[in-house]
């Protein structure tokens, strides 16, 4: 189950959100909202969010593994609802 789940993190989370925010900053019809990845967007380009997204799915799989309880699953779960939602958000300012 949490393999599963951690694939579906980095297939919405890391996948969708950067392909989508990718499009939406290529082809000026997006920006980046998040405040911190925008600072990084600002200063390294898109470069600067795949290092924060890197380092967040770091941080994400450091919680789940040093976790020592069965709500640990919550983790990649979280993330994969966070990365649902931003890709369809995302998609849906793409669309407009």
């Given at each position: 189950?949490?393999?599963?789940?951690?694939?579906?993190?980095?297939?919405?989370?890391g996948v969708?959100?950067?392909?989508?925010?990718?499009?939406?900053l290529?082809?000026?019809?997006?920006?980046?909202?998040?405040?911190?990845?925008?600072?990084?967007?600002?200063?390294?380009?898109?470069?600067?969010?795949?290092?924060?997204?890197?380092?967040?799915?770091?941080?994400?799989?450091?919680?789940?593994?040093?976790?020592?309880?069965?709500?640990?699953?919550?983790?990649?779960?979280?993330?994969?609802?966070?990365?649902?939602?931003?890709?369809?958000?995302?998609?849906?300012?793409?669309?407009?």
């Open positions: 189950m949490s393999r599963r789940l951690w694939v579906a993190a980095v297939l919405t989370y969708g959100d950067l392909v989508t925010t990718y499009i939406g290529a082809t000026d019809r997006g920006a980046e909202a998040g405040p911190i990845a925008g600072a990084f967007v600002g200063s390294h380009g898109y470069l600067g969010l795949v290092v924060l997204k890197l380092l967040t799915f770091g941080l994400f799989y450091l919680v789940w593994r040093v976790a020592h309880t069965r709500g640990k699953i919550a983790v990649p779960l979280a993330v994969t609802l966070v990365g649902t939602v931003v890709t369809l958000w995302n998609t849906s300012v793409l669309l407009a």
